[in-house]
């Protein structure tokens, strides 16, 4: 008797892309130039193909394609009268090489905000670990903890070391993917100073969008969250572990909702359940840095041609993405939300440079790694990963999920020439059936060719 197989493929395919729909998620771009960065290693393996961004861009239904990048930044220019007080004070912290023209009143402004040289110095030394922080050129770490010091206290009106709207542009960028627990504001405002349209100095003061009491009570929840998170993590994982179960915590409690509230930031997803991709991203990068695994966010375009962010991750040395909002496999599509099997798809839980750039291009601020490495890689660490056709593996695959009531099974191959072979193994010839409870008529599957897997629906007795 002929087996029937029925393929799901448009809507197991369509979970992978339809979740990243969203706007407005990054910050401003800015002209800093490749040169600027002074980590040559990294640098030599930062492969961004820009000209394939600007099209992607440009075909932002007709809207300034860097308009999805902007955060909420105002820049005012004033031209003070250059026979003012506008000269450099010779009690003056400001050793930044593009230092501003500051007077008295300048420095004690700053003073008053904690913007001292004892105070910047020990921002810098704790921000060592930093991935941001740290790929970013030596020059800027300065203001990178003037930033991130006027941010916290928050500062109106102070004065910072560089005359230039892009360096703070991109140095406020650094510290907010550097850190995911400032989730108090969306922007910023500069006001630009000159004498004789000579640049002297650049006051900023970052816009919040709560008050510090809501502030604080978003905290209670944050911390609240973190509590709950952590209860159910086995106390002697491994960092492999960790990213398992943030990654598989982050989708079970995190519904995917362009309009839900702070959904550029962690409050979104710790407070109210839902979000959009920084959210997502932000909140396993603070939830990762709570257990010790380094993390970062890694900004970019989704294949759909819109602004996305996921994460960088680093186990033992190696480097690995991770995209936890598509690892959710719910989305708003139109006025109908599609759920395919439990919720969860694995397929994008550590993975290679080369698989991410399928679906995703990268356009970051700062140079990544080349991730290479597949021993974290979720189907290679859960013993579903095929190189070549492993009957034996197959078996014990399929054996080990009927064993624990699953409703699916999904196996990865290596490349594409294994997972045709794959196809060809289990579907054309129907070999799938010999792994199915016998008088097993019918069999659904999936399959995501970007990713190289195959999912297959299993009907339990």
Known sequence: ????????????????????????????KNGIEDGVFSFESIKNSFTVDKETINEQRKALKGEDPASAFLADIDTTYVEDDASG??????????????????????????????????NIVQVCEANRNKYYYETMDESLHQLYAEILIATV????????????????????????NDHPEIYTINGYTCVLHSANKIPVK?????????????????????????????????????????????????????????????????????????????????????????????????EGIAASGEAHAWNMIQIDGAYYYTDVTWGDSSYTNGNSVVKVLAGINYDFLNITTDELEHTHTIDNAVPVPQCVEIADNYYVRENLYFDFINTNALSWVFKNAFESEADHVTVKCANDSVFQEMKFYLLEEQHIFEYLPEGTETMSYGENPDMHTLTFILKHE
């Open 1 to 28: 008797m002929k087996k029937y197989i029925i393929a799901i493929v448009a809507v197991f395919v369509i979970s992978m892309i339809g979740i990243v729909v969203t706007t407005n998620i990054l910050e401003s």
């Open 202 to 298: 650049l006051v900023y003061t970052a816009k919040y969008i709560m008050s510090e009491q809501e502030e604080t009570a978003f905290k209670k929840k944050i911390d609240e969250y973190v509590k709950e998170y952590k209860a159910g993590m086995k106390a002697d994982a491994s960092d492999y572990q960790k990213v398992k179960y943030t990654y598989e915590y982050l989708i079970d409690n995190t519904d995917y909702d362009l309009e839900s509230e702070y959904n550029q930031n962690i409050c979104s997803v710790m407070a109210y359940h839902k979000s959009v991709c920084l959210g997502y991203a932000k909140s396993m990068q603070y939830l990762l840095s709570e257990v010790g695994v380094k993390s970062t966010i890694v």
């Open 153 to 176: 206290v928050r500062a109106e009106e102070v004065p910072l070391c560089t005359r230039e709207p892009e360096e703070l542009d991109f140095a406020y960028r650094c510290v907010l």
């Open 85 to 118: 007080e506008n000269t450099v004070s010779e009690g003056s912290d400001t050793q930044f090489f593009h230092a501003s023209v500051l007077t008295e009143k300048d420095l004690r402004t700053r003073e008053k905000y904690g913007l001292t040289k004892e």
